[in-house]
């Protein structure tokens, strides 16, 4: 790997290439021909089938520049070309929703939908999507009102979740007497030097005073706007709304949440184990729930990144390792952190040119590694995806994180197998770290986002009550495994998933891909190489159905609290294991 910035030519040569404005106007045009094959007395098959073929050609064109625009805007937030091409793509957004929207109310028209889907083999291969929409005509808003509601939003919660990046993108820390970006200094929470991570904690709190009150408006905007339109979708809350979205029901959440709720003990034995091992009497302080636990802690060249990942995936499933390695050379990777970049990491794939983007902060620890690995498992489901219709490439939020975690998985286990006995404890703890924040910290998130929507049915949610909401969060799920003394009341201003306008609850499909993803690797270790053809049918299926449905497929019961519980004991004997040796120590 010689270059650390991604290439984005693949999608235009710049924001002034004319594909570009080509694209757009082909919207606007793609947009009009479908309301009128829409009004027109066209027989109902081909009429059908023609709308299916628009609105595969409008989410591919869509999704190809708006794309194009926020993977600019991600690592240069103040480019005002970006910007300004975002509000329009925004606008035009809309106008493709209201298309959507107008064609689902037709799918729910169709007294003889079942016929149309049997007689073409267009509809029967996108046949779930317009089952799919016959449900959610049920949901859509009044249809006099609903461009202008969606419009209304861009000055409202799409404006607030634009200022949310704005301001993040752009903030910066002041620490040892110089101006750090956000996630550099958040970064810092993996330092071997107990000093640098306390000092790093602390001026980031520092740092959130300047925004809170805009941040607490832009949380309260975006919320309370949700509320809205769940009411208007007719749903009795933003929840209910979210897990249908996400091909959930309440009986696989709950089933869940009842494992976790179980389990949140064992993790606090671990915290506290933790805590004993470096030092602490009362629960572990929050600026060292990353701290390194061995002198072994191995840095990583973006070099060593590549070949550790390329070999330990080569192994299991040549393909994807071959994937990988593509990915490093062919610049899909956009590494360190610099001033206006965003923070963490994320993948964005494109169906339609079959290629993926990942962004990371990358600063060397094992866990900038396992990030990549993370967000490469994302990039292989996008390329499983490719083999299905682009209306079938967008897997909900449940099982989005499924390649993701199976990568991280991998490599833990992978590496830790031919470890000597100091790197292995390393690595044992940095596995429990991370469980420990897609279970623990992201049920405090859940809790914490249920608190800020029953606030805001009556008010304005203030900056000290979001902080007091983010600390009793933190209470109930952390308990006495963290230092009342040090946590983080601000965790809701430096996290971006509260901020999207229409993930709300973008909390809990993290904790549930981990589990689902710790079943699907049982089943790797039962079948060994020879599951990893029915592994990628399993991604490519992900958007063709109910995520129960889905999850059947490789024999898994999401419905089954027994099934959370058995995928939570695996963590269990984790932390027996490391408890055991931190005694030993």
């Known amino acids: 790997m010689t270059e650390t910035t991604w290439d984005l030519s693949v999608f235009y040569e710049s924001l002034q290439d004319p594909a570009f404005r080509r694209d757009i106007e082909e919207i606007h045009e793609r947009l009009s021909e479908g309301h009128a094959?829409?009004?027109?007395?066209?027989?109902?098959?081909?009429?059908?089938?023609?709308?299916?073929?628009?609105?595969?050609?409008?989410?591919?064109?869509?999704?190809?520049?708006?794309?194009?625009?926020?993977?600019?805007?991600?690592?240069?937030?103040?480019?005002?070309?970006?910007?300004?091409?975002?509000?329009?793509?925004?606008?035009?957004?809309?106008?493709?929703?209201?298309?959507?929207?107008?064609?689902?109310?037709?799918?729910?028209?169709?007294?003889?939908?079942?016929?149309?889907?049997?007689?073409?083999?267009?509809?029967?291969?996108?046949?779930?999507?317009?089952?799919?929409?016959?449900?959610?005509?049920?949901?859509?808003?009044?249809?006099?009102?609903?461009?202008?509601?969606?419009?209304?939003?861009?000055?409202?919660?799409?404006?607030?979740?634009?200022?949310?990046?704005?301001?993040?993108?752009?903030?910066?820390?002041?620490?040892?007497?110089?101006?750090?970006?956000?996630?550099?200094?958040?970064?810092?929470?993996?330092?071997?030097?107990?000093?640098?991570?306390?000092?790093?904690?602390?001026?980031?709190?520092?740092?959130?005073?300047?925004?809170?009150?805009?941040?607490?408006?832009?949380?309260?905007?975006?919320?309370?706007?949700?509320?809205?339109?769940?009411?208007?979708?007719?749903?009795?809350?933003?929840?209910?709304?979210?897990?249908?979205?996400?091909?959930?029901?309440?009986?696989?959440?709950?089933?869940?949440?009842?494992a976790i709720q179980e389990a949140l003990p064992d993790f606090r034995r671990y915290l506290r184990a933790k805590a004993r091992l470096l030092g602490y009497q009362d629960g572990l302080p929050f600026y060292d729930l990353f701290a390194p636990v061995t002198k072994a802690g191995a840095r990583y060249t973006p070099q060593q990144a590549q070949k550790l990942l390329v070999d330990v995936f080569t192994k299991v499933h040549p393909k994807l390792g071959t994937f990988i390695d593509q990915a490093f050379e062919n610049r899909w990777i956009d590494l360190y952190p610099k001033e206006g970049k965003e923070g963490g990491a994320f993948c964005a794939g494109n169906h339609e040119l079959k290629i993926s983007r990942i962004l990371s902060n990358f600063v060397g620890s094992f866990s900038d590694v396992s990030t990549l690995a993370h967000e490469l498992g994302h990039a292989w489901h996008n390329r499983c995806l490719e083999s299905v219709g682009v209306l079938m490439a967008d897997p909900p939020m449940a099982l989005a994180e499924t390649a993701s975690i199976f990568n991280e998985t991998l490599l833990n286990h992978t590496i830790r197998q031919s470890a000597d006995d100091e790197t292995a404890f390393g690595l044992l703890e940095g596995n429990l770290q991370e469980t420990t924040q897609v279970v623990v910290d992201i049920y405090s998130r859940y809790l914490f986002e249920s608190a800020v929507f029953e606030a805001r049915k009556t008010h304005i949610p203030s900056a000290r009550e979001l902080k007091d909401m983010m600390l009793d969060a933190q209470e109930k799920a952390y308990g006495d495994g963290l230092d009342k003394e040090f946590r983080h009341p601000w965790m809701w201003v430096c996290k971006p998933h509260y901020y999207s306008l229409n993930q709300h609850f973008y909390n809990f499909p993290y904790a549930f891909g981990l589990l689902f993803g710790l079943g699907v690797f049982a089943k790797y270790q039962e079948q060994g190489n020879a599951f990893m053809p029915r592994y990628d049918a399993l991604l490519a299926a992900c958007g063709s159905g109910k995520v129960a449905d889905v999850a059947a497929s490789v024999g898994i019961d999401v419905r089954s609290t027994d099934y959370w519980r058995s995928a939570l004991s695996v963590i269990r004997g984790e932390i027996d294991q490391f408890v055991a040796m931190v005694e030993k120590r």
């Open 37 to 258: 094959l829409l009004a027109s007395d066209t027989a109902p098959l081909g009429q059908l089938e023609g709308l299916t073929r628009l609105l595969e050609t409008l989410v591919n064109k869509l999704y190809k520049a708006f794309s194009y625009c926020n993977l600019t805007l991600a690592t240069d937030a103040q480019n005002d070309v970006a910007l300004k091409y975002m509000d329009e793509l925004s606008q035009l957004m809309v106008d493709v929703e209201v298309f959507q929207s107008a064609f689902t109310r037709h799918i729910g028209s169709l007294e003889n939908l079942e016929d149309l889907i049997a007689a073409s083999p267009l509809l029967t291969e996108n046949a779930f999507i317009l089952r799919e929409a016959r449900e959610q005509a049920a949901h859509l808003l009044p249809e006099s009102m609903e461009k202008w509601m969606l419009r209304m939003s861009l000055s409202g919660g799409d404006a607030f979740s634009k200022l949310r990046d704005q301001l993040m993108g752009t903030h910066l820390v002041e620490l040892d007497g110089k101006q750090q970006p956000l996630p550099a200094v958040r970064g810092m929470a993996y330092d071997p030097d107990p000093q640098v991570r306390k000092m790093a904690y602390e001026a980031e709190l520092a740092s959130y005073a300047k925004v809170e009150l805009p941040m607490a408006f832009c949380l309260a905007g975006i919320k309370g706007e949700a509320l809205t339109m769940a009411e208007a979708k007719g749903y009795p809350d933003p929840l209910t709304r979210q897990l249908a979205e996400s091909r959930m029901d309440h009986e696989t959440l709950q089933a869940m949440l009842t």
